[in-house]
Each structure stands twice: as C-alpha cells, then as structure tokens.
C-alpha cells in the first residue's frame, strides 16, 4: 500500500479567506487526482495532474504537481460556502489508484 | 447522464447475514472497484475488475467476495456480516485508461451491522 497524507485534516475558515491543502507521500505516481466528496455523496473528479512540476487551474482552485511527482498541492482563492467538502487526493501507482484520507473544508458564510 | 447507481443509500443487516451490494455503471467502463471509507482510514480498496468474470483482491479482501457475471454490473458479498463491517462503501468505474478520466463514483452504501 502506497500512503499520501493529507494536511490539514480539518479546515474552517471563513467566506472570502484563501487556503492551501497538501498531499505527500514518499512514492512516485505516474499521474495524481484530486476529488470533491460532498456529505452523503460519492467523491467527484475536479483534476488529473500527469507532469512533474504541473500547475492546472480550474476556475478558484489551482492545483500543482511536485516536481518529483510525489506530492501535490490545492490551493483556493476567495474560498466560498459551495467549496466546503472532504478533498482527496489519489496517486496512480501500479494498478490502482491510492487515496489520502482527505482534508474536510468547512466554509463559513 | 452517466453514472454509477448502487442500490442502497441505507442498510442494516444482523450479525452473520449474507449481504450483497449491487452496483451498476452504465458507461461501458472496463474496470469496476469497490471500496469501504472510515473516517480518518480514507477510501481502502476491498476487490477490483479489470473485465467480466475478473476479480484481483485489493488491501482489504477478507470477510468479503465479489462477482462480475457482466460488464456493467460488478456486486460486493458479505459472506457473515459481522460489526467492524459497519462502513460506507463505494463502487467505481473508469475506462482503461484511467490515469486521464479517473474514478467515477456511485452515492455509497451505509451499511449498520448490528
């Protein structure tokens, strides 16, 4: 089993303030995702990142890859209510994908 | 619109039933997994199915089996359900190339073993 670890593990902030989730890991992934889980639902895809060093944005949230394709990072601007949600992180090693354990975001109005 | 539809939002089932979860795609995906999500564990994977009548078992196979008698549908057996099974499971599907489309996910089953 390949490990990512997530930080923060919580967050609350409030409406309008930045913040930046991390995942890292000591393996190498040949590509990295990151998914939206919403209370009661299953996980949404919002990015693949496939490059070291790749930065891809999408609308508020920007995400990047680290250069030795072992950790990534999301960082969201203006952060607002609809944002708020567990944030996982997934690297592709080998036949499977591997999760973090996620970062729940809480958004205050 | 496409989707992964599990049969159950909500179950609850004795100590030593058999349970099944059904869980359907309907995007022609080849690969189909299923996972148990805790709270501070993260999504593990239990069986995947890279095409029918195909099973690899994933990190934690024990206490489960799963068949996928066709390409869409690819179902989670609980041989005896027992409490520390009591968690929300997830089924996914991806096309082979998964590294560019990711995970689709299905809404989940809660299951309670009592």
């Known amino acids: 089993t390949q490990l990512l670890e997530q930080s923060p593990q919580f967050l609350s902030i409030q409406e309008g303030e930045n913040l930046t989730v991390y995942c890292n890991s000591s393996s190498v992934f040949s590509s990295l995702q990151w998914y939206r889980q919403e209370p009661g639902e299953g996980p949404v895809l919002l990015v693949t990142v496939v490059t070291g060093g790749e930065v891809k944005k999408l609308k508020r949230l920007t995400f990047q890859f680290g250069d030795a394709r072992k950790d990534s990072s999301l960082h969201i601007t203006a952060a607002q209510p609809g944002d708020t949600g567990l944030y996982l992180c997934?690297?592709?090693?080998?036949?499977?994908?591997?999760f973090g354990t996620g970062t729940s975001l809480t958004v205050i109005p | 619109d496409v989707k992964v539809t599990q049969s159950s939002r909500y179950l609850v089932k004795r100590t030593g039933e058999k349970v099944f979860l059904e869980c359907v795609q309907d995007m022609d995906h080849e690969n189909m997994f299923w996972y148990r999500q805790d709270p501070g564990l993260g999504l593990r994977l239990i069986y995947f199915s890279y095409d029918v009548k195909m099973k690899e078992k994933g990190d934690i196979p024990e206490g489960y089996s799963v068949s996928r008698e066709k390409k869409e549908r690819f179902s989670l057996i609980l041989e005896s359900a027992s409490t520390n099974q009591t968690s929300m499971y997830l089924c996914?599907?991806?096309?082979?190339?998964?590294?560019?489309?990711?995970?689709?996910f299905g809404s989940g089953t809660r299951l309670t073993v009592v």
């Open positions: 996914a599907s991806s096309p082979s190339d998964r590294g560019n489309y990711g995970y689709t």
């Open positions: 997934a690297g592709e090693g080998g036949n499977q994908f591997y």
